[in-house]
C-alpha cells in the first residue's frame, strides 16, 4: 500500500525556513518522480516542486524559484523541501506527491495527508 507521511510543517515568522520531509513506502521508491504540491482555500492544488527519478531533473514553480530546494534521499525513501526566505504568501497545506507507475501505459498519483505550513509574523 502505497504510504506518503509529511512531517516539518508548522509556524514561522516571514523571512525564516523550514524543512519539509516525507516518508515513502508501499513502492519502488527510486523509480518514481517525487512532487511537492500546496492548497489553500482560495487557490487550486499547486506544483511547488519537482523531482525525478534519480534526482537529475528538478524544477519548481516560478513564485518559489531561488527560495525553495527539494531533494531526495533514495536509500531512505525520503523526499525533502527545504523552505528559505519564507513569505506570508507561502502559507498553505504542503503535500508530497509521488507517480507510482503501475504499468508501462500508466501511472497513478499519490498524496499524502498534507502538513500546514503558516508564515505570520
Known sequence: QVQLVESGGGLVQPGGSLRLSCAASGFTFGSSAMSW??????????????????????????????????????????????????????????YCSAKVIRAVWASDDYWGQGTRVTVSS
Do not use: H
Request: glycine share 6%; aromatic share 10%.
Open 37 to 94: 504540491y500546496r492548497q489553500t482555500p482560495e487557490k487550486e492544488r499547486e506544483l511547488v516542486a519537482f523531482i525525478s527519478s534519480g534526482g537529475g531533473t528538478v524544477d519548481y514553480a516560478d513564485s518559489v524559484k531561488g527560495r525553495f530546494t527539494i531533494s531526495r534521499d533514495d536509500e531512505k525513501n525520503m523526499v525533502y523541501l527545504q523552505m528559505d526566505s519564507l513569505k506570508p504568501e507561502d502559507t498553505a497545506i504542503y
